[in-house]
């Protein structure tokens, strides 16, 4: 983010006098008194004697300096970094306390450490940064040891811009920082420095903005959700964001065929595309398989016509055939499926579609899949009979039964021990036992074919 220029802050953060401050400390007091007034009156029996305690307290006239004196203030000239008053126009807080932290920081009131990045030198308070980051109470704790900084006044750090450290500073005191004006590159490098320091609201301050701006809370895809899913699932895996990742997935596999045709998206990280690939594969089942299958094949014919496609080419065709086991797998079930059988008739016919379909099924043919196969294209074929398909498809539909029952025939052996086996019809059982060229001893079971070693295969070869 190019360095904003010194500008006057805002109403809510203007430097405050002591007079102010002390008034603001006042406000917070009074809050936190009647606050807890009501509360323990609304507890009276529990609570009488604490009741009066409060009631008793008194507020005239406090030494601000007393209130918020740290262990060990110095007395010094010093003043705040003006970097931090630069940021102070997009910075917002959450409660009269969180107000009362920032101006502790704005003003540079009664600081006990000085940290210096690059050429400013930033006041802060120990206990405050103890509190808020797991770094910096490791570096503090006087129990810890180790670190040279624990007693230090000064500490210098490195591998952090001012700009960013700033930004850390103010959410580590409470604010709320608009993050509208960085680049995407930008909210990266905060993400980093904010995840070195161990500060996980600045983490989760950035998280959010990336699904609001960028994933638009994961609604119906539109353009700006379109381009900028790509970086939520950029930003998910460079710093294991799992919320967020497990979100950009989800959605990412619900409109995959909008996603995944854009430049952008291809333009990724091979390990992002084959993580989107997963999680959509991972979730095929007979209820959506048809659905993804139709939305691939209209994807397939959009990347191949493109040059920029070529990255994601491969994952696309792998989910093609992932559909296609998965019909396999299912295939009698989705033989009485009507959006399945849309494809084979009427308008939604895919005749090549469905050509493809087979030829894949006949090459992936075996012994445990053969005869499940056979019962469901010999649902298809009674169907289109019936309801008179067109000829290609019932040609196709033939070529399909002739291939597998000739792939039975042919491993009559090994196909009669499988559990479908019994699956089969009797007139075709019988068929096949009158026809087949398979001899011997049906009651034993064949072994299975051994397997080879590569060095084995290649003197085989």
């Known amino acids: 983010m190019a360095k904003p220029n010194p500008r006057p802050m805002s109403d809510l953060f203007h430097k405050k006098t002591e ?29 009488d ?11 005239d006239n406090v030494d601000v ?4 004196k740290s262990q060990e203030t ?44 690059k050429s400013e030198t930033f006041l802060a308070h120990k206990s ?37 450290f700033a930004i850390l500073l103010l959410f580590i005191y409470g604010a709320l920082v608009d993050l509208s004006e960085f680049t995407f590159d930008e909210l990266i490098s905060l993400a980093s420095d904010a995840d070195m320091y161990a500060t996980m609201f600045v983490m989760n301050a950035v998280e959010f903005y990336v699904k609001k701006e960028k994933c638009h809370f994961f609604h119906k895809p539109c353009q700006g959700c379109l381009d900028g899913m790509k970086d939520g699932l950029y930003l998910s895996n460079l710093f294991n964001l799992s919320n967020l990742r497990e979100k950009c997935l989800k959605w990412s596999a619900k409109h995959f065929k909008q996603l ?6 291809c333009m990724q990280r091979k390990e992002i595309h084959e993580e989107c690939y997963n999680t959509v594969a991972s979730a095929l089942c007979k209820g959506n398989v048809t659905s993804v299958m139709l939305d691939t094949d209209a994807l397939i014919l959009k990347i191949d016509t493109v040059s920029w496609g070529l990255p994601i080419a491969s994952i696309v065709h792998k ?15 989705l033989a009485k499926d009507k959006s399945f059988l849309q494809i084979f008739q009427g308008i939604g016919c895919r005749t090549d579609l469905v050509e493809s379909l087979f030829e894949h099924i006949m090459r992936n043919l075996s012994i445990e899949n053969a005869c499940s196969l056979h019962i469901g294209g010999d649902l298809l074929l009674n169907k289109a009979s019936r309801e008179k398909w067109s000829e290609n498809v019932i040609g196709t539909l033939k070529a399909l039964d002739n291939r597998i029952t000739s792939y039975i025939l ?7 021990h499988t559990e479908q086996w019994q699956m089969l019809s009797s007139e075709y059982r019988r068929y096949i036992q009158q026809n087949t060229l398979c001899v011997g001893d049906v009651k034993r079971k064949p072994r299975r074919k051994p397997i080879l070693s590569s060095s084995m295969r290649e003197l085989k070869h």
Do not use: P
């Not at 989910?319 to 079930?333: G, K, R, W």
């Open 260 to 265: 995944w045709a854009t430049k952008k998206f």
């Open 410 to 416: 042919n491993n009559y052996h090994g196909v009669l």
């Open 74 to 117: 110095w007395e010094s000239n010093e003043s705040q970094s003006e970097i931090l008053s630069n940021y102070s126009d997009v910075a917002n807080h959450r409660s009269i306390l969180a107000d009362c932290l920032i101006q502790l920081l704005l003003n540079g009131f009664h600081y006990d450490l000085k940290i210096r990045v």
């Open 128 to 164: 405050v940064l103890y509190c808020r980051s797991s770094y910096f109470q490791a570096m503090l704790r006087n129990d810890h040891g180790g670190w040279v900084e624990t007693e230090s006044k000064v500490i210098s750090l490195e591998g952090v811009s001012v700009e960013n």
């Open 319 to 333: 989910l093609m055939t992932s559909c296609m086991n998965n019909i396999m797998i299912n295939f009698v079930q």
């Open 19 to 47: 007079k102010e401050y002390q008034q603001l400390c006042d406000n917070f007091y009074t809050e936190l008194t009647a606050s807890l007034t009501e509360y323990l009156e609304e507890n009276m029996d529990k609570t």
């Open 65 to 68: 300096k007393s209130i918020i």
């Open 49 to 59: 004697n604490v009741v009066g305690t409060i009631r008793s307290v008194t507020y």
